[in-house]
């Protein structure tokens, strides 16, 4: 072989020598540049696949080719007066209204008493009163209630640790200490007693440092410098954000439609040698199933590649199911090949808002989540996550959340709001013919579309809003969303009498211009519309900086 091949290179060289001018130097550098390129398109288009591609490739086209027709004088002009409509329409009903509207727009001159400050509080509770009271058991999510004793419980947490900041551990040992145990227990209830964790601000703070984690790991052990990440379409925008805020490329892959899972050959086509971590849900936001993580395990394990698992919203449900006495499919560190997981403590915790803890399967890999400083002239300077000084009254809280509720506590909130649930999406399943439940939810969260042609769900949803319900609207496919709480146990049965209003009022009607028809009808029916829903929302984002 070795006298066979030696000729061979040597030729090689010599027609390099003879040839090696700037000229075929820069060609070489041009066919290296686009040989790169078409590979990158290549492993783009085969994680996307075929059919996906060629729509990306219209949507592109039709965006670029309708931004130039918005950017004509004429159009532009309606497009504007378009959105200075929506912008203010936004303001009315967010802002307070009217000349006796008090506002404090700068510093008084002299500080004011408490009691000033408590009346001033309900001048603007009487100014801008609450369309909702979440206590009706009419919200999706949003409050995690821990009860009217618990209230009293974060309260003597905070007021005890009010100012205390757990950047300076020697000047409160104390709120360390609940810090590491708060970790440590929920370490325990994911069973990975010798893993490693930390909390953080809340779970998109969580997916955060998570993907930076793996980012920084990939780096450093795997010599990834394009690093790209795997993700559901059905898992949370939180990942979309850090891959724009860390720069990764992110491959969306779409879900199964009946089960609602990731879809897994998609999954193992979009792997490839940039990939540092993939994510599964248990459970997902928009419509409460749980992917196949034990599948999920099994790929990144034989990829040596990150999993992170969001139990964001699945919190303080998914690992009491079993016991609540609902059957349950693997989700946490007893799964080989996860290597992180996130846990909202301030969701079914009952921790007060601010609060989440982000858990690894080893201290090796926490490691790459800290930020370490040792040359800056305040001092060294290290912190373990995004922030730099903290609350500890959260700290506190939360631990006094967790101690207050038990394990027994926990299981009977789970009993409780799982068993609401299941109510809901039986009766949906059963007695709704125009309605199916989206995959099978094993938790809290039941999503709904419909099934005939004349019902126009967010028209449904439009029609809860009159009746005074907030639920979250779904997009691709259309759809509707209830997260029960603790305060929607007792309304379960509500919640059925008013559906059953809302669609027999929604197929009466033709399409209507409630919120959730105008938004989410706008998003899905042109190539333009996601940019104009984008420039909408600002206009809300910016809304709420006015005072
Ligand atoms: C709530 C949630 C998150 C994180 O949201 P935060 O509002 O930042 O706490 C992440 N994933 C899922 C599935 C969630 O429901």
């Known amino acids: 072989m070795s006298t066979l091949s030696i000729p061979r290179i040597i030729d090689v060289a010599e027609v390099f020598k003879e040839n090696l001018t700037l000229d075929t130097a820069k060609n070489c550098f041009l066919v290296y540049f686009f040989a790169k390129r078409a590979f990158k398109l290549f492993q783009h288009a085969r994680a996307r696949g075929f059919i996906r591609s060629i729509k990306d490739l219209y949507l592109f086209i039709a965006q670029r080719t309708l931004r130039v027709v918005i950017s004509l004088p004429s159009v532009r002009k309606k497009v504007e007066t378009e959105i200075d409509a929506a912008r203010a329409l936004i303001d009315r009903q967010l802002l307070p209204q009217g000349k006796d509207v008090v506002r404090h727009l700068e510093l008084p001159k002299q500080g004011c008493t408490l009691g000033w400050i408590l009346d001033a509080m309900d001048q603007m509770d009487r100014e801008a009163p609450s369309q909702t009271d979440y206590r009706d058991g009419k919200l999706s999510g949003a409050v995690y209630h821990g009860g009217d004793d618990m209230d009293k419980v974060l309260v003597a947490a905070f ?145 040596n590649i990150g999993l992170h698992v969001d139990c964001c919203l699945g919190s303080f449900i998914m690992p009491f199911l079993e016991k609540a006495g609902f059957s349950s499919e693997p989700f946490d560190f007893r799964v080989e090949g996860v290597t992180a997981i996130s846990c909202d403590t301030h969701k079914y915790g009952f921790a007060p808002k601010g609060s989440s803890v982000i858990m690894y399967r080893s201290s090796d890999l926490r490691q790459y989540q800290y930020y370490v400083n040792p040359e800056w002239s305040g001092g060294v300077y290290a912190s373990p996550g995004l922030a730099g000084s903290r609350s500890g009254a959260l700290i506190a809280g939360t631990w006094a959340a967790m101690h207050y509720m038990g394990e027994e506590g926990y299981v009977e909130s789970c009993r409780a709001i799982v068993g609401a649930a299941k109510i809901i999406e039986q009766t949906i399943q059963n007695t709704f013919p125009e309605l ?112």
């Open 159 to 303: 007021q005890r640790y009010c100012v205390s900041n757990p950047l300076h551990p020697d000047v409160f040992p104390a709120v360390r200490k609940m810090e590491a145990e708060i970790v440590a227990m929920c370490l325990r209830m994911y069973n990975n007693p010798t893993g490693a964790g930390a909390t953080t601000s809340g779970g998109t703070e969580s997916i955060l440092m998570s993907v930076k984690t793996h980012r920084d790991w990939a780096r450093a052990v795997k010599g990834i410098s394009e690093p790209e990440m795997i993700v559901p379409a059905s898992a949370h925008a939180a990942f979309d954000k850090a891959a724009a805020y860390f720069g990764i490329k992110l491959h969306s892959i779409p879900v199964d439609p009946e089960t609602r899972q990731v879809n897994m050959k998609r999954v193992y086509r979009a792997i490839n040698s940039n990939t540092i971590m993939v994510v599964g849900s248990a459970i997902n936001f928009p419509d409460g199933c749980q992917d196949d993580i034990a599948g999920l395990g099994k790929l990144a394990k034989s990829y």
């Open 436 to 547: 199916y439940v989206l995959g099978k939810p094993p938790a809290s969260v039941v999503a709904f579309g419909s099934r005939v042609p004349d019902l126009d769900i967010l028209e449904v949803g439009d029609k809860m809003s009159k009746k005074g319900w907030h639920l979250n609207a779904l997009q691709n496919p259309p759809g509707l969303h209830i997260a029960c709480t603790r305060l929607t146990v007792s309304t379960a049965e509500t919640f059925i009498r008013d559906l059953k209003e809302a669609i027999w009022e929604a197929k009466g009607s033709s399409a209507g211009k409630g919120t959730m028809v105008s938004l989410y009808g706008l998003g899905n029916s042109s190539p333009i519309g996601p940019e104009m829903v984008g420039v909408v929302i600002s206009a809300f984002l910016d809304a709420l900086y006015k005072a």
